[in-house]
Structure formats: structure tokens, C-alpha cells
């Protein structure tokens, strides 16, 4: 039976993790200082998580090469997966962070911008470690654009086409990111994430929403994502990776085990 996982993410700025509500800007003032990202992963990977992402979510939008130094502490503390992302445009930019102990590397204005990139990863590095992450955004008559630099530009792309092409490209995983739901604590876009499960055959995280480690069961009990992404309530402390594990597991959901236990 397909295990499920629950994913931290890290949003860092300058070198310090920070959360905002629907990708907001630090130039507005719009980010809040949450803590160090390395003592934020040590804490993760205490509790058990499945892996855990990192974004430098002002590497593109400020021309800034990913938080390497950061990433090469935690991989050497840590025991997770580390899935990292921000800048990423070169094949040389997916080489630096494997070198500095990324087991996956995401991209998403990098892959808009040369889509072959995504296939020349794939062919390099294997496509269980590339990663396309797309930010989206509600349109009026109900689709989702995919939105580039942060969420400040939207490309015109129909954010489901985009995910079903990024796989075709070959990217091993999409995480699906939405806007609308961006640290709101409403909970998951489900029609989303299934629209994105229904065009793609490979493995989807979720990420944007959750206010709850209900919310984080109620994804994963009512789609098809293999993984739920969250950050604020883990930073916040109104939940542990392993609560929210509980509480799936009392919902029926199949949840990856910590090493030396068994899967339930």
C-alpha cells in the first residue's frame, strides 16, 4: 500500500525562515521572522518528518544563488530527504545543490523560462530528483494560471497543462502550490491538487493551506496527493509532524513509518 508523507517546509529570507499570507512580499514588510532554519530542521527531523523542503523565496526575484551554506549544515545534521529550491535556472545550479546535500532539487521560474531544463536534469541527475514546483492562482472561470517570481508574474499558463508537461519534460515530482490558499489556514485547494493527480502519473505535494493537522488528513484522505506540505503550523508549535501522523493514521491513512517502525 502507497505510504503517504508529511513535509515541512522552510521559507527562508536572508537566511532566516519566514512565513507571510499568499506569497507575501519582504520588501512590503509582509514577512514575519520565524526562526533559524537549521535549528527549525533539527526539530523536524526529531519528530519524524518525511523530508523536508527549502525555499530561498527570494533567490529569483532578487538574483540570489540558493541558501547553500544552510543547506550544507542541515544535510549534515540532519537525516531526512532535503528537497531544495529558489533560483534554480542552470544545470549548474541543480550540481551546486546536490554537492551541498540536496537529495531533490525543485524548479519553477527556471523550468517556465527553458523548459528543456527540466530534461536535461532528468537525464543528468534521474528524475526522482527533479522537482517542478508550481505556484497557482484561481482564475475567474475556475482553472488555475501558473504565476512565476515569488507569485509576482503571471505567465498565461494553464497551471494543469503546465504539470502534465513538466512529467512529459521530465520532472519526477510536482508540488503544487497554491496561492489563494497561501497561509491562510482555510485548508488545501482539493479541487486543485485533484486536478493536478488526474493529469499526472507521478508523485504530488500539496502545499498552501493548512491551518490544522486535520486539514493536513483531510488532503490526504480526499485526494490522491502522495504528500502534505505545511509551515506555519509547524513553526508556530499548534502541531507536531507526529500529531499530525497520529491523527491520519487514526483516519485510516496509510503514513510512511519512522525508521524502525511499521507502516499503518
Not at 515541512?8 to 514588510?29: I, M, S, Y
Not at 523536508?52 to 531526512?80: N, P, S, W
Not at 475567474?140 to 509576482?152: K, L, M, Q, T
Not at 512529467?167 to 479541487?191: P, Q, Y
Request: charged share 25%.
Amino acid at each position: 500500500m502507497l505510504t503517504r508523507r508529511i513535509v515541512p517546509c522552510l521559507d527562508v529570507h536572508d537566511g532566516r525562515v519566514t512565513r507571510g499570507e499568499q506569497f507575501g512580499r519582504a520588501e512590503k514588510g509582509e514577512l514575519k521572522d520565524v526562526g533559524d532554519p537549521v535549528e527549525l530542521a533539527r526539530r523536524y527531523d526529531r519528530q519524524g518528518a518525511d523530508e523536508l523542503v527549502i525555499y530561498d523565496i527570494t533567490a529569483t526575484a532578487h538574483g540570489r544563488a540558493a541558501v547553500v551554506d544552510v543547506i550544507k549544515q542541515v544535510a549534515t545534521e540532519c537525516f531526512m530527504p532535503l528537497t531544495v529550491g529558489g533560483g534554480v535556472g542552470t544545470l549548474d545550479d541543480f550540481r551546486e545543490l546536490f554537492e551541498a546535500g540536496a537529495d531533490k532539487v525543485s524548479i519553477n521560474s527556471g523550468a517556465v523560462k527553458n523548459p528543456s531544463l527540466l530534461r536535461e536534469a532528468s537525464v543528468a541527475y534521474g528524475a526522482q530528483a527533479v522537482v517542478l514546483s508550481v505556484d497557482a492562482k484561481r482564475r475567474d472561470d475556475g482553472g488555475w494560471d501558473v504565476y512565476v517570481a515569488g507569485g509576482r508574474k503571471n505567465t498565461g499558463l494553464d497551471a494543469i497543462e503546465w504539470a502534465a508537461e513538466g512529467e512529459r519534460l521530465g520532472a519526477g515530482e510536482i508540488v503544487i502550490n497554491s496561492i489563494d490558499a497561501d497561509g491562510m489556514k482555510t485548508g488545501f485547494d482539493m479541487a486543485l491538487v485533484r486536478a493536478v493527480t488526474d493529469a499526472v502519473g507521478i508523485p504530488v505535494v500539496a502545499s498552501g493551506g493548512a491551518g490544522s493537522a486535520q486539514h493536513m488528513v483531510d488532503l490526504l484522505a480526499g485526494t490522491h496527493a502522495d504528500a502534505a506540505l505545511a509551515a506555519g503550523i509547524f513553526h508556530r508549535g499548534e502541531a507536531t509532524v507526529g500529531d499530525v501522523k497520529a491523527a491520519a493514521k487514526a483516519a485510516g491513512v496509510c503514513i510512511r513509518p519512522r525508521l524502525g517502525e511499521e507502516a499503518a
